[in-house]
């Protein structure tokens, strides 16, 4: 069995593989996948070393966590870390002939509620417990609050505002009590690092946009602020 070498989040306990799992194709996104290749590419997973597992409420409305969460119960707790997120909430869908899949090819019957409120995170938190089949994760991530998914400035500025003064208390506190290592951000796009960094003391960001070997500007500003204040980059 490959071992891949681990870093730490942030200034949290938490260590995870250089190399992760995201886990958004195992809610069938674009296509479906069966049961069986999403364990299957699990199981590959781990057998390459990798330790550290992230998931969503969003990624196929539930079923990526569904997924996730049964591979991960037959592994020893203490053997990886796992990530899942915050912002949207679950609920079942009221007609299914109306159903919005967005781009999941066969997701489950849920629609969402984005929420960044106390009581919003609280309940996307627990819910994926139960979904994940799972005592503890070990981080949260405040999920695609940005332009790319909320459009407009107006949306994007309530938003964090509902984060702020609200949702950020949750999360504070289940890190402070040590039900969590660490609070990170999912962010699709720049610009969004500052305005976090501004507001709130998270861990780190998981970051979804171009940075590749022909787009780097991010290095001499975004990446460097995160750099000086201890805040780790997930790519």
């Not at 981080?139 to 407009?152: E, G, K, P, S, T």
């Not at 940075?211 to 000086?228: G, I």
Request: one cysteine or more.
């Amino acid at each position: 069995m490959t071992t891949i070498p681990t870093r730490q989040v942030g200034k949290t306990s938490a260590h995870v593989t250089q190399f992760g799992f995201g886990s958004a194709p195992l809610g069938d996104l674009f296509e479906p996948i069966s049961e069986d290749a999403a364990q299957q590419t699990l199981q590959a997973a781990w057998t390459a070393g990798v330790r550290y597992f992230d998931t969503a409420p969003f990624y196929g409305y539930g079923k990526s966590e569904h997924r996730v969460g049964h591979f991960l119960r037959q592994q020893p707790r203490d053997q990886f870390m796992i990530s899942t997120k915050v912002g949207r909430v679950l609920h079942p869908t009221p007609n299914l002939a109306t159903f919005d899949k967005g781009s999941w090819a066969a997701p489950l019957p849920f629609d969402f509620t984005v929420d960044f409120s106390y009581d919003g995170i609280m309940r996307s938190f627990e819910d994926s417990l139960q979904r994940l089949g799972l005592p503890s994760v070990d981080l949260l991530v405040i999920h695609d609050l940005d332009y790319y998914f909320h459009q407009n400035e107006a949306r994007v500025s309530a938003y964090l505002n509902q984060l702020f003064t609200s949702g950020w208390r949750a999360l504070a506190s289940l890190r402070r009590q040590g039900v969590i290592r660490g609070v990170g951000a999912g962010i699709n796009e720049l610009g969004m690092i500052p305005r976090f960094l501004e507001l709130v003391d998270l861990d780190f960001f998981l970051v979804a946009y171009g940075y590749n070997l022909l787009t780097q500007a991010m290095l001499a500003d975004e990446f460097t602020l995160c750099s000086k204040r201890n805040v780790s980059v997930i790519i």
